[in-house]
């Protein structure tokens, strides 16, 4: 089983930024790809960043140039810096991991998610 937890969501001024973390613990031998998404309220949940096993990023239009996705292979965490946040980044983040585990099963964890409300 392989384990996230995210962290670092809050109440930011429109213009602030913001860090989230994902932390993951487990049967993790390695990671395909690194992702976060979020949902916001009645909304479905959308793709924001990615990073792969060689560090390829990709990132939603609405977020490119604001947002990075990168990440601490010693500490097991995936983080995503938000900067110049606008209150329609407002939503749930979640991240997601693939890999495959010590026993050679494919995995695909999903985090608890993490608020972020932009406001002034």
């Known amino acids: 089983q392989v384990q996230l937890v995210e962290s670092g969501g809050g109440l930011v001024q429109p213009g602030g930024s913001l860090r989230l973390s994902c932390a993951g613990s487990?049967?993790?031998?390695?990671?395909?790809?690194m992702d976060w998404y979020r949902q916001a309220p009645g909304q479905p949940r959308e793709f924001v960043a990615t990073?792969?096993?060689?560090?390829?990023?990709n990132y939603a239009d609405s977020v490119k140039g604001r947002f990075t996705i990168s990440r601490d292979n010693a500490k097991n965490t995936l983080y995503l810096r938000m900067n110049s946040l606008k209150p329609e980044d407002t939503a749930v983040y979640y991240c997601?991991?693939?890999?495959?585990?010590?026993?050679?099963?494919?995995?695909?964890?999903w985090g608890q998610g993490t608020h972020v409300t932009v406001s002034s």
């Open positions: 997601r991991w693939q890999g495959t585990t010590w026993s050679g099963k494919s995995f695909g964890s």
């Open positions: 487990g049967s993790i031998f390695s990671i395909n790809a």
């Open positions: 990073i792969t096993n060689t560090d390829s990023t």
